[in-house]
T-cell receptor, first 113, second 109 residues
Framework: DAGVIQSPRHEVTEMGQEVTLRCKPI?????LFWYRQTMMRGLELLIY????????DSGMPEDRFSAKMPNASFSTLKIQPSEPRDSAVYFCAGGKGGNTEAFFGQGTRLTVV | GIQVEQSPPDLILQEGANSTLRCNFS?????LQWFHQNPWGQLINLFYIPSGTKQNGRLSATTVATERYSLLYISSSQTTDSGVYFCAVPQGGSEKLVFGKGMKLTVNP
């Protein structure tokens, strides 16, 4: 298995633009997580899904952020409009659910200028 | 919510030295993971260790769930061990992993 696949690996965009980050989880993993890593706040959970249903989105910073999981093999995290403070590394992770081991993708480094 | 504390925050070693990293958590857990974030930013799974001891080559980990801590041992360190080590535990009864702030390890040749 190729592991959790994220795209793009790097994204540079101008303030105000829409940004979409993509994630393909490992086949058979029914939990999917979106994390953000910054120097100030470390690794923090934004949202997680179980069987494609959002379970906890309390970490989503504001309405500019939205996430979807239309099927078991794809998820998106969208920021509209983007702001410089959104600059961070965004990780997607997956697991088999029920507090089993979580595996992370390589991350998307987002820079908003 | 659950608190996760890692110590020491930074460590500099010479190649070949041994080290012990500690992770304390504030509530009982049924899952604990150790990760290594390499200099390229990848989060690599080291151990999934809710309790007991596991070994993988030069690395081993022990979790004492009743006392709310876990230890990661690195023996005969190599320069490739450099990076940041994180421990993570689930929040309450959810699958949400809460991470410590990490421990930055630098291994010099």
């Amino acid at each position: 298995d190729a592991g959790v696949i994220q795209s793009p690996r790097h994204e540079v965009t101008e303030m105000g633009q829409e940004v979409t980050l993509r994630c393909k989880p490992i086949s058979g993993h029914n939990s999917l997580f979106w994390y953000r890593q910054t120097m100030m706040r470390g690794l923090e959970l934004l949202i997680y899904f179980n069987n494609n249903v959002p379970i906890d989105d309390s970490g989503m910073p504001e309405d500019r952020f939205s996430a979807k999981m239309p099927n078991a093999s794809f998820s998106t995290l969208k920021i509209q409009p983007s702001e410089p403070r959104d600059s961070a590394v965004y990780f997607c992770a997956g697991g088999k659910g029920g507090n089993t081991e979580a595996f992370f993708g390589q991350g998307t480094r987002l820079t908003v200028v | 919510g659950i608190q996760v504390e890692q110590s020491p925050p930074d460590l500099i070693l010479q190649e070949g030295a041994n080290s012990t990293l500690r992770c304390n958590f504030s509530d009982s857990v049924n899952n604990l993971q150790w990760f290594h974030q390499n200099p390229w930013g990848q989060l690599i799974n080291l151990f999934y260790i809710p309790s007991g001891t596991k070994q993988n080559g030069r690395l081993s980990a022990t979790t004492v769930a009743t006392e709310r801590y876990s230890l990661l041992y690195i023996s005969s360190s190599q320069t490739t061990d450099s990076g940041v080590y994180f421990c993570a535990v689930p929040q309450g009864g959810s699958e949400k992993l809460v991470f410590g702030k990490g421990m930055k390890l630098t291994v010099n040749p």
